[in-house]
């Protein structure tokens, strides 16, 4: 399982759990979680799950974060730590998307995550696993499919994979992407683990909100992955809205039934998908290839959070769409953090958001937006006694005297 600090007992006290991941920016590695230690104390492996460092963006990879996911690594004495195939912040000055976002799946765009990808590699203790991710939109310049992407991207570079079949069931609802066969195209002898975890339909799209059910339609593609082969891990993810243990331990049992269902299909292997161009080489510097990725990402960024004009290339509808489900999946974080500001007023939040970058971190984006309601007036008197409040409690502490900044931690919440 996840292990999250809302529900660290529960995980504490799940039977027959073999190992658990952890939101490695969620974490010191100076002062573990009482609860990290003890299981770690019965044997249980823990794996940092990284949600910030951007390995699909323009930039290359910032050695602070970096420096912060190898010192988790080493402290939990993990085997292996894994991150996402997707950009979280573009343009300068850089806006923060709050969310994993899609990459351009292009020979461009390729060079430079395999080069991102060996630096993150050169820098840490331990083999690397990249997740594909759930799209909010799709690049209309992609001249590869996700898993050729990630097929070249392996061959590249050697980097594990951790496929997210509840993504994959994502982008089947979202974008028609056949799942069974981005599973026969992926390179399935370089899986670290896989996720699965619920999610919801609203409006026609599929939100990986990590806070609902699982799905029957995931547990197929787990099927799926299963046929194919015997990953050596699989893990169930939530995020919020956490249920009973009974209701996580029947979702457990759903999981180990269909590892359980019986051995891979010798004739189910992978077929292949051809591939892509070795290298990205047409003259151009490696860093014109950085900048233009870099530039493109930071206009649809800014489309998609601060209220921009829409390149025109893509599709405004559909990028509307995407916008409209960031700042949906803003709204959720902002709630988790602090419900009384954001209570009744959801739609009121997605249209503040849709052209208020992220700033800050989850924290100032509530309080932004308590900000926002207050200058707006006509709110009943406990309602403005209470955002005041709210606003008071989250507003900056000063660091005491000697107390050090501790590298890669800057507060900021990506969902993956």
Sequence with gaps: MGWRPDIDLLVERMPGLDWVEVVAESICPAHLPKSLQLLRERGLTVVPHGVGLG???????????????????????????SEHVAF???????????????????????AVVAENVRI??????????LENTSALFAWPEDELTEAQFLAELVERTGVRLLVDVANLHANHVNFCADPVRALDDLPLHAVAYAHVAGGVERDGFWHDTHAHPLTEPVLDVLAALRTRT????????RDG????????????DAIRA?????????????????RAASEADDGVPAQAHRARLDRAQGEVLAALT????????????????????????RHEVASRIAPEVTEGARQDFIDWARTNPLRGGARSDVAGFARHLLARGGLPAARRRALRRRLRELAPRRPSPGTARIPGIRGRKVTS
């Design 55 to 81: 390995l699909g963006g323009g930039g290359r990879p910032d050695p602070e974060r970096l420096a912060a996911l190898a010192d988790r690594a080493v402290a939990l004495g993990s085997p292996l730590v």
């Design 88 to 110: 979280v912040r573009a343009g300068s000055p850089a806006l923060e998307a709050g969310h994993l976002l899609p990459v351009p799946r292009t020979r461009e765009a390729l």
């Design 120 to 129: 993150a590699q050169d820098a840490l203790p331990v083999p690397l696993a």
């Design 230 to 237: 015997d990953p050596p891990g699989v893990l169930l993810e």
């Design 241 to 252: 809205d956490y249920p009973m243990a009974q209701e996580l331990s029947r979702e457990l």
């Design 258 to 274: 269909v590892l359980a269902a019986g051995p891979p299909d010798p004739g189910a292997g992978p077929t292949g998908c051809g």
């Design 306 to 329: 601060a209220g921009a004009p829409v390149p025109g290339r893509f599709d405004p509808e559909h990028l509307a769409t995407a916008s409209r489900a960031l700042a949906a999946k």
